[in-house]
């Protein structure tokens, strides 16, 4: 596959990591911030968007929910990245000489035990790929910065550590956005159906519509709520399912929630990413 995608983050971030995984024939495009990488896909700067919405250790990445269906744009794939943290430091340099590092907040206490075993002191940066570049620009030494190797690569650092990170399991689950819908697809490891919706204003109305997946056999494998424009009275869904429109069980769980919602959004219909069912 050829084109541009976008993700949000300095070049060498893990979303640009994704992008080299998911996408490898297509331009990857850096952009400052997640409505600029909606905006270049939606404008036809770029082909595609990668964007991440889950983390298996902290949970959604923040407002992303609130900007798909706002996008104008339509979920085309799934991408689960493993998040490896590489220790990186200026060619020549040795591990015993980093005494500081710099990243990501997030990934600071995902390497505590290594950065304590080293006596490494670590300070947190707006970007961990940014913070690559600004160690290969100033070249502070005793410094080094937590990142991927991606990063490494692109920023010509040396790798003085590998996985360094705690535990085994921190995983990134994206989205690869594009323009159109496309529900002519089926895959080797299943369908996911991604939509939104808002509940009428009624007695018991979420558990009335989530009765028909379960009447259904219908697997959700994600439920998120949040407000709308502040409204403490207009709250909107967000849904996973496995399965596809087409399948009779999901028409009808689809056609059950219908009933109890004031609008209904499919955001997309894409091919299971067979890391989902691992736990690798």
Do not use: K
């Given at each position: 596959m050829t084109g541009k995608i976008t993700f949000q983050g300095?070049?060498?971030?893990?979303?640009?990591?994704?992008c080299h995984e998911a996408r490898p024939g297509m331009e990857a495009i850096p952009c400052r911030t997640f409505e600029d990488v909606i905006a270049a896909v939606r404008e036809g700067k770029a082909d595609q968007a990668m964007l991440p919405v889950e983390n298996?250790?902290?949970?959604?990445?923040?407002?992303?929910?609130?900007?798909?269906?706002?996008?104008?744009?339509?979920?085309?794939?799934?991408?689960?990245?493993?998040?490896?943290?590489?220790?990186?430091?200026?060619?020549?340099?040795?591990?015993?000489?980093i005494t500081d590092v710099r990243a990501h907040l997030v990934l600071l206490p995902q390497s505590a035990q290594f950065l304590k075993a080293h006596g490494i002191r670590g300070h947190a940066s707006a970007d961990s790929a940014g913070a690559a570049a600004e160690l290969a620009q100033h070249k502070t030494p005793g410094e080094g910065v937590l990142a991927s190797t991606l990063a490494a690569e692109i920023y010509g650092l040396d790798i003085l550590a590998r996985d360094i990170e705690d535990h085994g399991h921190n995983t990134t689950r994206f989205v690869i956005m594009g323009r159109d819908l496309d529900t002519?697809?089926?895959g080797n490891d299943g369908m996911m159906t991604t939509f939104v919706f808002e509940v009428r204003n009624i007695p018991a109305a979420l558990y009335k519509a989530m009765g028909g997946f379960a009447t259904n056999g219908v697997n959700m494998t994600k439920l998120e709520s949040y407000m709308i424009d502040g409204s403490f009275t207009a709250t909107r869904f967000y849904a996973d399912i496995e399965g596809h429109p087409d399948d009779r069980p999901v028409q009808l769980a689809l056609e059950e929630l219908t009933y109890f919602t004031n609008n209904l959004d499919i955001l997309g219909v894409y091919p299971a990413d067979p890391r989902r069912h691992s736990s690798g």
């Open positions: 300095e070049p060498g971030a893990y979303s640009h990591q994704a298996s250790t902290y949970g959604r990445v923040a407002d992303i929910h609130r900007l798909l269906p706002a996008s104008g744009l339509h979920i085309l794939d799934e991408a689960f990245l493993r998040v490896r943290i590489s220790l990186l430091g200026l060619p020549g340099t040795r591990l015993e000489d002519t697809r089926r």
